[in-house]
Each structure stands twice: as C-alpha cells, then as structure tokens.
Nanobody, 123 residues
Framework: QVQLVESGGGLVQAGGSLRLSCAGY????????MDWFRQAPGKERESVAA????????DYADSVKGRFAISRDNAKNTVYLQMNSLKPEDTAVYYC????????????????WGQGTQVTVSS
C-alpha cells in the first residue's frame, strides 16, 4: 500500500509561482507513472500533467502547457509540479496519483491518490 502526501499548495497572486511536491511512503514510486490532477469547485477532476516511471516522457493538458513542469526524483521517492505564470483559473485542489497500469500519457488508471493540496490564485 503506497501513501502519497502532497505539499506546497497555498495562496499566490496571478503571475506567481508555486512548486508542489508529492512524497511516497510504503512503496517505491519508480514503479508508477505519476499524474497531477486538479479539481476546481463544480468541475470534474482532470489530469494536468503526467510523467513516465523513468521521467523521460511527460505530457500536459493544453491549459497548462508551457507554464507547468512535472518532474520526479526516484531516489527521493518524490514527484514535483512546478507551476509558473499562475492564473485565477488554476485555482483548485491538486492531487498526485500513481498509475501502475499505464506507462505514459495523461490520466488513465489510478492505483493510489494523495489527499490533495489547495492552490488558490488571486487576481
């Protein structure tokens, strides 16, 4: 059983940056494709960034492409989401997720979810 713990959320002004971290406990994250999902009030949860188990392949939703960057440090069992040029529409709860079924691409199957971290972008 893998436990995922996110951190790094908070309140930031539009145009600012945040870096989210997702640490894995109880298992090695290097066996999983990792996604960052987000869910805004009244909207469905969506994957915005994904990274293959090796870190070689990444994928992004069009809404964040060029502004967000996903990375991983398998030695630290941690995945990151660097968010730049933040917009009010990026406001959401952000979740990391582990997928052992797929090797790359956004979304798909989720084996484990984190508890989420709130990101609020003020205008």
């Amino acid at each position: 059983q893998v436990q995922l713990v996110e951190s790094g959320g908070g309140l930031v002004q539009a145009g600012g940056s945040l870096r989210l971290s997702c640490a894995g406990y109880g298992g090695t994250l290097s066996r999983y494709k990792m996604d960052w999902f987000r869910q805004a009030p009244g909207k469905e949860r969506e994957s915005v960034a994904a990274i293959s188990w090796s870190g070689v392949l990444t994928d992004y939703a069009d809404s964040v492409k060029g502004r967000f960057a996903i990375s991983r440090d398998n030695a630290k069992n941690t995945v990151y989401l660097q968010m730049n040029s933040l917009k009010p529409e990026d406001t959401a709860v952000y979740y990391c997720a582990a997928d052992q079924r797929n090797s790359y691409g956004l979304g798909g199957h989720v084996d484990y979810w984190g508890q989420g971290t709130q990101v609020t972008v003020s205008s």
